[in-house]
């Protein structure tokens, strides 16, 4: 992942469904994170535990909640759009016709189950390939109504075949509220 006015960060990323197991390693600079979830047991490196016993600001969640919205995240952002199908999620009856930044798409809006999350989601399809080329969202007021000037939208482009399923490669995250660049994820099969 590259971030304006910060190091890259290199992340290697297992997934595996059947067995349960959830692997995130993440490097930036000379700092690796390591996240390990098996069957939902969480377990925690020495090198991470002297880490999170040296911080003086103690993060909003526990190292092992952290692993948790990483997983969650990843399948998430990485089982799209096969998660729209999840029983959670809430999808519109009509498929909306819109423009984005000068291209026409079949938007499909989705919410999910309060237990999942709030956040309002807008799904971007190409009408001719069907390709899903844009995801965004927005956040939601105390009544459940969008709040127009939150949330980021995220350009797909390139594919990479992974396990016979093609991904997208790289994914450009930007803020709906100025269009502000915040880094672009670069998917790589090594």
């Known amino acids: 992942m590259e971030t304006p006015n910060k190091p890259n960060r290199e992340s290697k990323i297992v997934i595996n469904l059947p067995k349960d197991i959830f692997i995130l390693e993440a490097t930036?600079?000379?700092?690796?994170?390591?996240y390990y979830l098996n069957k939902g047991k969480c377990t925690i490196s020495l090198t991470d535990s002297l880490r999170i016993a040296n911080?003086?600001?103690?993060?909003?969640?526990?190292?092992?909640?952290t692993a948790e919205?990483?997983?969650?995240?990843?399948?998430?952002?990485?089982?799209?759009?096969?998660?729209l199908k999840d029983t959670s999620t809430i999808l519109e009856n009509e498929i909306e016709h819109k423009n984005f930044k000068g291209k026409d798409y079949?938007?499909?809006?989705?919410?999910?189950?309060?237990?999942?999350?709030?956040?309002?989601?807008?799904?971007?399809?190409?009408?001719?390939?069907?390709?899903m080329e844009?995801?965004?969202?927005?956040?939601?007021?105390d009544n459940g109504n969008q709040k127009n000037d939150t949330g980021e939208y995220i350009l797909l482009s390139e594919t990479e075949t992974i396990n016979n399923i093609k991904m997208p490669k790289d994914r450009a995250w930007y803020m709906n509220k100025d269009d502000r660049y915040l880094g672009t994820d670069f998917l790589s099969a090594k």
């Open 106 to 131: 079949l938007v499909l809006k989705a919410s999910y189950e309060a237990s999942v999350g709030t956040d309002v989601w807008y799904f971007y399809f190409d009408p001719e390939t069907y390709a």
């Open 55 to 65: 911080q003086t600001k103690k993060p909003r969640r526990t190292h092992c909640e």
């Open 134 to 141: 844009i995801y965004q969202f927005y956040r939601v007021d």
């Open 69 to 83: 919205f990483y997983k969650n995240y990843y399948t998430y952002m990485y089982g799209l759009p096969m998660k």
């Open 28 to 34: 930036r600079d000379s700092v690796t994170t390591r």
